[in-house]
């Protein structure tokens, strides 16, 4: 086990302080930072941690994928941050990801970060690898100095105009939607979660300012934000995938969504008709089962159980309906094992699982790749925390190609203009800040 050398520091000005970590850490090649934006939640380990510097690190494709972190979390027993791919269930399955890869992200990227910082409440805790320990107090200075004014180092002063196109035109996609309905009608899957991507090539986006400003419209409780060399993840994600807190596992799928109304009366009613809608509450509950039958693999005989079933959540953008599932594991399994035994997350694929993510491997066009995988982290205990990649940009600055993905569950009662207005909606936020692409402070 690496040792960390810890100190804590009491903060005057939390939101001040928050905004000079983010912009203090994008001096760094690899940068992590994960905000719970207060977002009240029973599950949570701090309200923002940021990590940065590689010290050790593993980057592969999906073969043997879960074998290669599962090595490398026994033999650092360390904090380790980064990613799972959605085609990771390559490695879990005999599947295979043929679809177009704008992107080149790696299938898994971890690493174990010199230096990492996290705030909750009003204090600032700072674990730092010994060998860097003798930086705390300097890095603390530096950070309450940093000038918010100051451009990242990532910005353009010429940005090229970003012309969002669609992958898959609104004809196209309603052709498609009707394939999926026929194999829910012959009996094949009984729900899908068919995606389709939105891009544009050539060019210069600020990843820094973009993603602050998606974190501004959206407030979600598992926004990220991922530098690495040319790799950036800009995330909104309100949906948590998989957490582990000693034996127990918690599980929190996101299935139903719903818009915001400015006037009060009329939010409250579309809450009110979220929570009775048949069809939404339907989707919910037959991932709800898939995630039950997946904790179940590993759980202790009758520990699986649902704590909350299809609550509505109020986010910025949309209510949601999220159910929390939970269970309990024997000490001796490995939490790798746990997150092997459940991806890739329901609430992306389908059900039945398998049968899904061959059909929508087909009729989608474009490899999912990070988007509906998960990010997050290990703890030395091998604890874990992962949300869902929705709501998210993803960038390759070399390539300069810029995309953001949505998607929605198909069941035999989805009526596609809906389908297609829901998708609208997710895409809403990326959209905005991509093609006002402008800086704030």
């Known amino acids: 086990m690496f040792l960390r050398a810890e100190h804590t520091f009491f903060l005057e000005n939390v939101k001040d302080f928050k905004k000079r970590l983010l912009q203090w850490g994008q001096t760094h090649e690899t940068v992590v930072f994960l905000d719970s934006n207060n977002y009240e939640q029973q599950y949570s380990s701090f309200d923002c941690v940021l990590a940065v510097e590689e010290f050790t690190s593993i980057k592969t494709d999906y073969f043997n994928a879960f074998e290669k972190l599962k090595e490398y979390q026994s033999y650092s027993k360390d904090y380790l941050f980064g990613y799972l791919s959605y085609d990771v269930k390559n490695d879990v399955e005999r599947l295979s990801s043929g679809n177009y890869d704008g992107l080149a992200f790696p299938d898994i990227y971890f690493f174990q970060p010199q230096k990492i910082i996290s705030i909750k409440g009003n204090e600032a805790k700072f674990l730092y690898l010994n060998a860097f320990d003798d930086e705390i107090e300097d890095d603390f200075e530096s950070i309450l100095g940093t000038n918010l004014l100051v451009k990242s180092n990532q910005l353009k002063d010429e940005k090229s105009p970003v012309k969002i196109k669609l992958r898959i035109h609104k004809d196209e996609y309603f052709s498609k939607l009707d394939q999926v309905l026929k194999h829910i009608h012959r009996g094949d899957i009984y729900e899908a979660n068919f995606c389709q991507e939105f891009y544009a090539e050539n060019v210069d986006i600020d990843p820094y300012s973009i993603y602050k400003n998606l974190n501004a419209i959206s407030e979600p409780p598992f926004a990220t934000f991922f530098k690495h060399e040319e790799l950036f993840l800009l995330s909104a994600s309100p949906e948590r995938y998989l957490r582990k807190e000693g034996s127990k596992i918690i599980s929190q799928p996101i299935k139903g969504t719903a818009k915001r109304m400015v006037n009060a009366i009329e939010d409250d009613k579309i809450a009110f008709d979220l929570a009775r809608d048949e069809k939404e509450r339907s989707e919910n509950i037959m991932i709800v089962d898939l ?49 092997r035994e459940t991806f890739p997350m329901g609430s992306m694929t389908g059900a039945p699982k398998i049968s899904a993510m061959e059909i929508i491997e087909k009729l989608e066009e474009t490899k999912r790749g990070l988007y509906s995988g998960a990010f997050g982290y290990f703890t030395p205990e091998g604890d874990f925390d992962f949300n869902v990649v929705i709501r998210s940009i993803l960038y390759n600055s070399d390539k300069k190609y810029v995309s953001y993905s949505v998607g929605g569950a198909i069941t035999a009662k989805s009526v596609p203009e809906k389908e297609y207005e829901e998708c609208l909606l997710k895409a809403k936020a990326m959209k905005q800040v991509l093609t006002q692409n402008t800086n704030s402070n």
């Not at 299809?310 to 949309?318: A, L």
């Not at 269970?327 to 939490?335: F, K, L, T």
Request: proline letters at 4%; aromatic letters at 4%.
């Open 291 to 339: 995630v039950r039958n997946d904790l179940s693999r590993l759980a202790k005989k009758g520990s699986v159980k649902v704590e909350e079933l299809c609550k509505v959540y109020p986010f910025k953008q949309v209510h949601q309906l999220i159910s929390t599932v939970v269970s309990e594991i024997n000490e001796d399994v490995h939490p790798v094992d746990v997150i």
